[in-house]
């Protein structure tokens, strides 16, 4: 019996050890969900070998996640994937590509896995052949902050060649590598090495519209609206945003309420502000403008209440291209 209970109590503090270095990873401190992870690593937990290979990912020391990775692979555990993104990252050849193909082969299929596989056979056999998705997926990893360490030059490659492909969303992606602005500010892509071309920028949006994109449709109204004056065409640009807010964009929406609220190509008319501000509620920050211009009474609370929700989620339920793995 006392063994059992040394057990058990064993399982909690492991358990207990996860939650605590997921949580700390997802308040944005690295460094002691490391510090969380490594101790458990070394004392023999795979996963959380695996998992201490991602933080260092993470963290940019590629040198680190590759030696853990590696260690929970020769253990039988995870890994191996994260290996093989490594090695694409370090890749600059056929040779390097061709040996990213290879070390793929007994990782189960999936998203992330089947995308690396067909863009490396791709890029080893300077062939065309892998899909636009394929080519997306990758983009958007490499460009995500979130497991994976940021690649920016790297993904503006992969996410242009999905853009090339014809892929509505990648070429809006590209179109927001090419703008600044605070319409754009939440792109996955931010590639200093594109500067501020508005007139490319333009060309993308206008091309993903054309594909049904709304989300690019907003962005080129808006564009027509606040760009210089070489660009500006005040009528097209509202009436483009107004089409893709009726259509059902809630971009669309926010952007036509804020329209209406500042009198910015249209009539000042608030009560227009509100009306599309409340079908742009599943924009999180959204509610939180409704909260604040209700004031009080129940439908600031409700807003308010709304708002705490989805901010609360969007903290915790985020989309982990490589999963942690319980320890």
Same mark, same amino acid.
């Given at each position: ?15 207990? $050890? ?7 990873? $997802?308040?944005?401190?690295? #460094? ?13 937990? /795979? ?17 680190? @996640? ?32 061709? !040996?990213?193909?290879?070390?793929? /082969? ?8 089947? @995308? ?11 062939? $065309?052949?892998?899909?636009?998705? #394929? ?11 979130? /497991? ?18 014809? #892929? ?28 501020? +071309?508005?007139?490319? @920028? ?27 004056? !070489? ?9 483009? /945003?107004?089409? +893709?807010?009726?259509?059902?964009? +809630? ?21 227009? +502000? ?13 509610? #939180?403008?409704?909260? !604040? ?35």
């Amino acid at each position: 019996m006392k063994t059992l209970l040394l057990l058990l109590t064993a399982l909690s503090l492991f358990g207990s $050890d996860y939650a605590l270095m997921k949580k700390s990873f $997802d308040k944005g401190d690295i #460094n002691r969900a490391i510090t969380i992870a490594r101790t458990n690593a070394m004392n023999g937990n /795979i996963p959380a070998m695996y998992d201490l290979g991602l933080l260092y990912y993470s963290k940019g020391s590629i040198r680190e @996640a590759k030696t853990w990775l590696e260690r929970s692979v020769k253990n039988d555990g995870e890994g191996q994937l994260g290996v093989s993104l490594i090695l694409f990252t370090q890749s600059s050849n056929r040779d390097g590509y061709k !040996n990213v193909t290879e070390s793929l /082969i007994n990782v189960p299929k999936g998203e992330i896995r089947d @995308a690396l596989m067909a863009v490396s056979k791709d890029l080893a056999s300077n062939r $065309d052949d892998a899909s636009a998705e #394929n080519y997306l997926t990758l983009g958007e990893l490499f460009s995500s902050d979130v /497991i994976i360490r940021p690649d920016m030059r790297r993904a503006l490659y992969l996410t242009n060649q999905a853009a090339k492909k014809g #892929n509505p969303k990648a070429l809006e992606m590209m179109g927001d590598a090419y703008w600044r602005s605070n319409l754009t500010q939440d792109s996955l892509i931010v590639a200093p090495q594109t500067g501020n +071309a508005l007139n490319v @920028a333009l060309e993308y949006y206008r091309e993903a519209s054309r594909l049904g994109n709304l989300d690019a449709t907003v962005k080129m109204g808006r564009l027509f609206i606040i760009g210089p004056r !070489n660009l500006r065409r005040t009528q097209e640009g509202v009436d483009l /945003i107004l089409k +893709a807010a009726n259509e059902g964009s +809630a971009l669309g929406a926010k952007t036509a309420a804020e329209l209406y609220m500042s009198g910015q190509g249209v009539h000042a008319n608030r009560q227009q +502000a509100l009306a599309w501000y409340q079908k742009a509620t599943e924009i999180c920050d959204v509610n #939180n403008i409704l909260a !604040n211009i209700y004031g009080q009474g129940e439908e600031a609370e409700k807003y308010a209440k709304a708002y705490e929700s989805c901010v609360e989620k969007r903290s915790v339920v985020r989309r982990y291209h490589i999963l942690f793995e319980p320890f």
